[in-house]
């Protein structure tokens, strides 16, 4: 006997599909949260789509393809009992933290192999041979294809351009913790909005003008660390799920009907009023880099009452985003193991945010939730 569940009408709002009885307000809030999608280039549509030899070979070995050409590179303590690819089901199972590392530009010994960022900037005319030569198991034509993908992706472009510079030892290449574009409407990041190159010089006041942002050297015998909380912490390692650079979640992206105002003041910083962690780390990045922040009603607030959120939260953000939609041009649950990857990743972001916020409630609060408990 077959049982099938009553049909449900999907959002009204954002269009995601529903199942029998799920909440109406789960995907964006009731059309509270809107945000851009994405499109996948064909040739990616084709690989995790397709049922050809060579298309399950990718999806196969997708985590592969992908951590080969990922920006950063991740450390990560994972079950490797549970990620056989010819047997059983495939698990990504994560124990502990998650952290991701943009490495120097230049490898520091010759004799080892290149990884992540320096395959886009050390001898880049040559990176299909460099990539293969590094991991001889990938497949040519697919990484020579995906190498013309990510032509287009802004991270690559700028590198690529950085690496024509004369004496570029005399330089620091910064990238930014968050382009600063609205996502609730698509706004492909340009090269000149994801990073900048500045001249490093210690009486420079402009270098140390915002330390939320990422410093990366030609050599300095050390990795940098990509915060979880950074709009580039997904676009640096997901590049086949975002090749054209889309910002991931950060912490001033506004709810419908918000916009947020920078302001040039310097009060001192009240987070007593925040009701969540990313509202305190919006407000703490804002003064940090030696602004405010402010976030203004584009409604009369007769019509806002039931709002308590301005600002659209990490777990509402990836809710939003793994959606099953009509129409969908992102396919970001087509990409199989690496999507167990991404979901496992962004949700220990989540709880490390929660965790963040009693502590830093702890200390505003003088310990209450201690007390309580």
């Known amino acids: 006997m077959t049982i099938f569940l009553p049909k449900v009408p999907s959002c009204k709002?954002?269009?995601?599909y529903r199942f029998y009885r799920e909440s109406d307000h789960i995907c964006c809030s009731r059309g509270e949260i809107t945000l851009a999608e994405s499109e996948l280039p064909p040739y990616l549509v084709s690989l995790i789509t397709g049922t050809s030899a060579k298309s399950k070979e990718f999806q196969n070995m997708i985590r592969t393809y992908n951590n080969h050409f990922a920006f950063t590179s991740i450390g990560i303590s994972c079950d490797g009992r549970y990620q056989r690819r010819d047997r059983g089901i495939y698990t990504v199972k994560v124990q502990?933290?998650?952290?991701?590392?943009?490495?120097?530009?230049?490898?520091?010994?010759?004799?080892k192999r290149m990884k992540g960022i320096q395959f886009y900037f050390y001898d880049s005319e040559h990176q299909v041979s460099n990539r293969i030569s590094t991991l001889p198991r990938l497949d040519v034509s697919i990484v020579e294809n995906l190498v013309e993908v990510l032509e287009s992706n802004p991270y690559g472009q700028f590198l690529k351009q950085v690496s024509q510079l004369e004496n570029i030892d005399q330089y620091c290449i910064v990238i930014r913790s968050d382009p600063g574009l609205d996502q609730r409407r698509y706004n492909k990041p340009l090269s000149n909005e994801v990073a900048a190159v500045w001249i490093e010089d210690e009486n420079d006041e402009n270098v140390n003008a915002d330390m939320l942002d990422i410093r990366v050297y030609t050599k300095?015998?050390?990795?940098?660390?990509v915060e979880y909380y950074y709009g580039c912490y997904d676009p640096l390692q997901y590049v086949l799920m975002f090749p054209r650079g889309e910002p991931g979640w950060h912490s001033n992206i506004p709810r419908v009907g918000y916009t947020i105002r920078r302001r040039t003041d310097t009060q001192e910083m009240n987070i007593t009023n925040c009701g969540s962690?990313?509202?305190?780390?919006?407000?703490?990045?804002?003064?940090?880099?030696?602004?405010?922040?402010?976030?203004?009603?584009?409604?009369?607030?007769?019509q806002n009452q039931r709002r308590k959120r301005k600002i659209v939260s990490s777990r509402e953000y990836?809710?939003?985003?793994?959606?099953?939609?009509?129409?969908?041009?992102?396919?970001?649950?087509?990409?199989?193991?690496?999507?167990?990857?991404?979901?496992?990743?962004?949700?220990i972001k989540i709880e490390s945010m929660w965790l963040r916020f009693l502590i830093t409630n702890q200390k505003i609060q003088g310990g209450n939730i201690t007390k309580d408990s």
Do not use: W
């Open 220 to 225: 300095s015998g050390r990795s940098h660390s």
């Open 96 to 111: 502990g933290q998650v952290h991701h590392y943009l490495d120097d530009l230049f490898p520091q010994d010759a004799s």
């Open 318 to 347: 990836y809710v939003y985003k793994l959606q099953d939609r009509i129409n969908d041009k992102s396919y970001i649950l087509r990409f199989g193991r690496l999507f167990q990857q991404y979901i496992v990743d962004n949700y």
């Open 277 to 302: 962690f990313e509202e305190i780390l919006a407000r703490e990045q804002q003064e940090f880099k030696g602004t405010g922040i402010d976030i203004d009603e584009d409604v009369p607030s007769s």
């Open 13 to 16: 709002h954002c269009g995601a």
